[in-house]
Structure formats: structure tokens, C-alpha cells
């Protein structure tokens, strides 16, 4: 295990105990000196539940919980962001009338609110489907996606977003007509160009320039932690390796570090993060 001169954050870490390698990823991730994550809730397909009512993600928010606790019992900080993947829409649209779509994934939206209201998780996640998808599923995913930032408003608490490739410059209107700081919406999977907080793949190449200019974001791996898809998006050890390899080589520094892993983080989600 590293030493710690300054906390490493992982802003966006899936850890699966039944399809993928589990506290295996979450162990190697400590090994290579990460010190906090933000544990994001897999889509309910994960875990052999189609949705009816939208009662049913909660056994995902369950699970997600469950393996919180196991990871911190290693020593990591776990924060906990609980919300519906925005794939569902086109999931259960498949089989479901879309306005009875939009109405189960507010409801496992609402869900997720209420374990926030209990400080049991830290955000939400939502968004809108990163693939083309017919007007109506755009409009009905917006609606959705309107529903959880206007929750986190009443929350005052952040919400984590998968959406296109892009900047995703209309959710800031979308945030602040729900009451919502822009930079309380994160951009999972960002690229620079986002006007919300980017949580960037640690492999991104501009890092050491929006580092230079003090651009708030912050760094993730996406890990998906499948056995079918092994090391996909990248590897749990990634974001330490990454943020050391660049203070070594002289590309970011140990206030840039900080800045990424604590400062930005703190802002954004309202949490602490201490050694």
C-alpha cells in the first residue's frame, strides 16, 4: 500500500461482488494508493430486475449499500451515489408504454432521494442515453432527468450525469431552472468542453493543462468490474497510478493533487475528505 501525502478520489467506480472481481478491484485500488471513491449504483439489469413499478430499484440501492460497507471495511472511503442508468428508458420503453417508462424511473429516482434524505448516499445519478435515440425517448429522458435535479435541489445535494459525448451545455439551464448550481451537476465520462464539473477518465490527455489552469474537475476510471468485459472502462488501479505518474513526471503538482481529489470533490458533492 502507498503512503499518502494527499487523498486520491476515484469520482465514478462501479464494484460488483457477483459479475465482476469485486473486493479484488476494491483492493487493488488501495494497493495502488487510492484513498476515497465514489461508488456508483449499476443499472438494475445487473442484477436480474426489470423494473414494474419502479419499487424494484431499490433492491439495487440495497446491494450497492451492502458492498459500500465491505469496501470500507479495507479502509476506503466510500461515498454512495444511487440513481436509474439512463439506458432503462430504452429498456423498459421496449416493453412498456413511454409515459409509464418515464413514471417507474422517477419513482427509482425518488427512491434514491429518500436513502440521500437518510445520509445513506451522497448524490444521485440520471441522465439521458449516450446513443441516438428517437425525439420522444430524448424528450421523455430530459423529463426524467429535470425530475432528479429538481430533487437534488430540495436536497442540496449533486447529481451525477451519463449523457452523450459532448457538452451537455442545455442541462445547465435544465439545473438552474430546477434551483440546482450548475457545478453540482457532474459530467461522467466528460470531455473538457462540459460548462458542468467534468469528472474526467483518468487517461484523458488534458489533464495536465486544465490542471495548469485551475479547471475544477475531477478524475474517475468507470470501472464496470464485468468478468465480461475485464479492465473495462479502466482498471480500479488507474486513477492513483495516473495522478502519481503525472506529479512525477513533473505534468500536474501536489496542489493540483489536491485540488482534483479533495477541493473539487468537497465543492461539488458536499462531502469531507480527509486522510
Not at 430504452?90 to 413511454?98: D, H, I, V, Y
Not at 451545455?169 to 434551483?179: I, K
Request: hydrophobic share 40%; glycine share 6%; aromatic share 6%.
Amino acid at each position: 500500500m502507498k503512503s499518502h501525502k494527499f487523498p486520491i478520489t476515484d469520482d465514478h467506480i462501479h464494484i460488483d461482488p457477483v459479475n465482476g472481481r469485486g473486493l479484488e478491484a476494491a483492493k487493488d485500488f488501495l494497493r495502488a494508493g487510492g484513498t476515497h471513491l465514489f461508488l456508483v449504483t449499476k443499472p438494475s439489469s445487473s442484477f436480474g430486475v426489470l423494473p414494474h413499478t419502479g419499487d424494484e430499484f431499490s433492491l439495487a440501492y440495497e446491494k450497492t449499500i451492502a458492498i459500500a460497507d465491505q469496501i470500507r471495511a479495507l479502509g476506503i472511503t466510500v461515498f454512495v451515489i444511487l440513481g436509474v442508468h439512463p439506458a432503462e428508458m430504452t429498456r423498459l420503453s421496449a416493453t412498456t408504454p413511454l409515459s409509464e417508462t418515464v413514471a417507474i424511473m422517477k419513482r427509482g429516482i425518488d427512491i434514491a432521494a429518500s436513502y440521500i434524505g437518510e445520509g445513506r448516499a451522497v448524490a444521485l445519478k440520471s441522465g439521458r442515453p449516450h446513443y441516438p435515440v428517437p425525439d420522444e425517448v430524448f424528450s421523455a429522458s430530459n423529463e426524467v432527468l429535470s425530475h432528479a435535479l429538481t430533487l437534488a435541489a430540495d436536497l442540496k445535494c449533486a447529481v451525477q450525469i451519463h449523457a452523450e459525448t459532448g457538452p451537455c451545455s442545455d442541462v445547465v439551464g435544465m439545473a438552474e431552472q430546477a434551483g440546482l448550481p450548475p457545478h453540482k451537476v457532474v459530467k461522467h465520462y466528460a470531455t473538457p468542453d462540459t460548462p458542468l464539473t467534468p469528472s474526467l477518465l483518468a487517461s484523458h490527455p488534458d489533464i495536465p493543462q486544465l490542471a495548469r489552469l485551475r479547471r475544477p474537475f475531477t478524475m474517475e476510471t468507470d470501472y464496470m468490474d464485468e468478468n465480461t468485459r475485464p479492465g473495462a472502462v479502466i482498471g480500479p488501479k488507474s486513477v492513483p497510478k495516473i495522478t502519481r505518474k503525472l506529479i512525477n513526471e513533473g505534468l500536474i503538482s501536489e496542489d493540483d493533487a489536491f485540488r482534483i481529489h479533495k477541493e473539487t470533490p468537497e465543492r461539488v458533492y458536499g462531502v469531507e475528505i480527509i486522510l
